[in-house]
């Protein structure tokens, strides 16, 4: 039983994205992928995700190995090795198996595992940083690139975003410069390494440390390192208040927003090889 696993979002238009990448990647493999959520999506109505309501993580496995399914595979969407896969999945599959006997769960790499990396994905941020720039052309001055990630207190994580942001400024070329900014990082020094929170980056600076004024504008696209719509990313989601915010103070400043990476085609071309590696690999859990 092949599932789609994401972080889970109080967004229905996540939960809805998730289902339909399932979709897509069950169309291309020729079997069911189930779109399940490590947590929270089960909070949102069912009337607002076409009746059907979300599937979460412990419950979903409950019921399947209830009804006797024992083999699970997985295909994360996360970028790198983050907790849930490496923590939250096992503690899940602890807390079932005395109850319910033995299953195995096989995960699946992250999408961007390194040291290799995925040049697909560097391929995927590009297009959609040339589109967006493409409706606001740069100008003399170039434009600034600002890939923005959640943030993660997990370093192995953050070198993930540091990896994307070098192939990115490889792809894009000359005129464009590629720096790096989070939605969220902890307080204190030794979370330094996180980098910028994206309403510093933006607030009264360029992507390059600049002054910004009317005299001296800055052309920034974003670059979304994000699937699906939810907290941050989309619309209604605080991406655009802290752009609509920082232009309204900051006189010059021009900020695109690119689209996300799980709404491009080649998307789901990772997650079909992905999910094609999973027999090659010893189950993250036996229980």
Not at 89 to 95: L, T
Not at 148 to 156: F, N
Request: hydrophobic fraction near 40%.
């Amino acid at each position: 039983m092949l599932l789609l696993l994401d972080n889970g979002s109080r967004r229905p238009a996540a939960t809805l994205n998730l289902r339909r990448l399932a979709r897509q990647l069950g169309e291309r493999l020729g079997e069911t992928v189930y779109p399940v959520s490590a947590l929270h999506s089960s909070r949102i109505p069912a009337d607002q995700l076409d009746d059907e309501p979300a599937q979460t993580l412990e419950p979903f496995l409950r019921d399947r190995v209830t009804a006797g399914e024992r083999t699970f595979g997985v295909v994360p969407l996360f970028f790198g090795p983050s907790c849930a896969i490496g923590q939250f999945i096992p503690e899940v599959a602890a807390r079932i198996a005395p109850d319910l006997g033995g299953f195995e769960v096989r995960v699946a790499d992250p999408l961007c595992p390194l040291p290799d990396g995925e040049p697909r994905l560097a391929e995927i941020l590009a297009d959609n940083v040339r589109g967006a720039s493409a409706a606001s052309p740069m100008g003399d001055g170039g434009v600034d690139v600002l890939l923005v990630d959640h943030g993660s207190p997990v370093p192995a994580v953050t070198a993930v975003r540091h990896w994307l942001a070098d192939a990115l400024g490889q792809r894009l070329g000359n005129g464009y410069r590629v720096a790096e900014a989070v939605m969220e990082r902890r307080e204190g020094s030794e979370y330094d390494f996180n980098g910028r929170l994206l309403a510093e980056a933006l607030g009264g600076m360029d992507a390059s440390g600049d002054r910004t004024t009317a005299s001296h504008p800055s052309r920034v696209v974003l670059a979304m390192q994000f699937i699906s719509p939810g907290r941050h990313a989309g619309e209604g989601g605080d991406i655009a208040e802290i752009v609509a915010e920082a232009q309204a103070k900051t006189p010059g400043l021009h900020v695109s927003t690119s689209g996300l990476i799980g709404e491009h085609p080649r998307f789901v071309d990772i997650l079909a090889d992905r999910a094609a590696a999973l027999g090659h690999l010893e189950p993250l859990v036996r229980a």
